[in-house]
């Protein structure tokens, strides 16, 4: 089991609480399983079904990163962002991969893979699961803040991301380019990326700006900057 080390715990529980109650504690680290797809890739179609497979599984937090660069092809993407895009590329960056792809799948932000093999994503959510790890610590405090508590701050430093995905299932009609007149089906579409702050390894509190929707779900993810690693992943 993915464990939290108990000395986070601690630190965390002396931060202030005031301004509603926190989360229950979690019992197991979830995978953060991130998926880069678009309207206009063909091969897309599939791997958004093997992301809203993961999604079902209660220690995977599966998210739909739409990118734009498929667009030129005829068809804008209707959930794509350019922080999105620029997300795919940091990951490029810390892999040292050649360039961006689709449909590309990163897990807790240390590996990638091509989301048309889907055995080897399952295989790898699998054994990132099972992985001791020891992360910070995280709570919601009501509506507007989460906690994180302290850990070890890796090289280059760490952020703080909130993001806020649509967890109903989105279809989409596309009319143009590879997909023409097929119905493209998305889970878990990520609609806003925020970074809240910078992580120092020490208890700390961000503050949530306000959603544009109520129904979107939040989830807050701690991750090195220079590396991508994912550090610590909560949700509400």
């Given amino acids: 089991m993915r464990r939290f080390a108990l000395g986070s ?10 301004g509603g109650a926190a989360t229950a504690r979690p019992t197991s680290a979830p995978v953060v399983v991130e998926l880069f797809t678009a309207q206009g890739c063909s091969d897309c179609r599939e791997a ?3 992301l809203m497979r993961l999604a079902d599984q209660p220690d ?3 998210l739909t990163f739409a ?13 794509a962002r350019p922080e999105f895009a620029a997300r795919q590329r940091a990951y490029r960056k ?3 991969l050649r360039d961006v792809y689709t449909p590309q799948i990163v897990v807790d932000g240390k590996r990638q893979l091509t989301a048309v093999e889907a055995d080897e994503v399952e295989a790898a959510v699998r054994e990132e699961a099972r992985r001791d790890v020891y ?9 507007d803040r989460v906690a994180v508590g302290s850990g070890r701050m890796p090289k280059g430093g760490a952020s703080v ?3 806020r995905y649509d967890a109903h299932p989105q279809d989409v009609t596309v009319r143009k380019g590879e997909n023409r007149g097929q119905v493209v089906r998305h889970g878990n579409v990520v ?11 020490r208890p700390a509190v961000y503050r949530i700006p306000k959603t544009r929707s109520a129904e979107l779900k939040t989830v807050v993810i701690v991750q090195a900057d220079r590396s991508g690693a994912v550090l610590a992943a909560g949700r509400r």
């Avoid at 990118?67 to 959930?79: I, P, R």
């Fill in 94 to 96: 810390a892999m040292n």
């Fill in 9 to 18: 715990l601690l630190l965390l529980l002396a931060l202030p609480l005031a």
């Fill in 60 to 62: 995977v937090i599966a």
């Fill in 48 to 50: 958004n079904q093997l």
């Fill in 135 to 143: 992360p910070p610590e995280m709570r919601f405090m009501g509506r």
């Fill in 161 to 163: 991301w909130l993001v």
């Fill in 191 to 201: 609609r806003e990326l925020t970074r809240l702050g910078q992580w120092r390894g």
């Fill in 67 to 79: 990118v734009d660069y498929w667009d030129y092809l005829g068809w804008k993407d209707t959930y």
